[in-house]
């Protein structure tokens, strides 16, 4: 299962988010997104973990304080489609 990890410091390390999931499940993948332009993180990330472990992740860790923010945490839902329309 795929988890949104929003309002993340933005001092966080992909270490740190492993380290944090890690204690409710086997963590596959985490991926922190940075802006494109500057490099600089944007706040939130994605962790992928098995089912169990992201259902205790969830409830465990949603509104928990990490770096002086506190986290939200859900399934990350399908991407839509944003196609750049001009004008």
Do not use: C
């Not at 949104?4 to 001092?11: A, E, K």
């Not at 600089?40 to 860790?61: E, N």
């Amino acid at each position: 299962m795929k988890l949104y990890v929003g309002n993340l410091p933005f001092s966080a390390t992909e270490a740190e988010v492993r380290e944090l999931f890690e204690a409710h499940g086997t963590v596959n993948e985490v991926a922190l997104i940075t802006d494109r332009d500057t490099g600089r993180p944007r706040g939130f990330g994605f962790v992928q973990m098995d089912d169990d472990g992201a259902r205790a992740a969830m409830s465990a860790l949603d509104g928990t304080e990490m770096g002086g923010r506190n986290l939200k945490v859900n399934e990350a839902k399908q991407r839509e489609d944003r196609g750049r329309s001009r004008w």
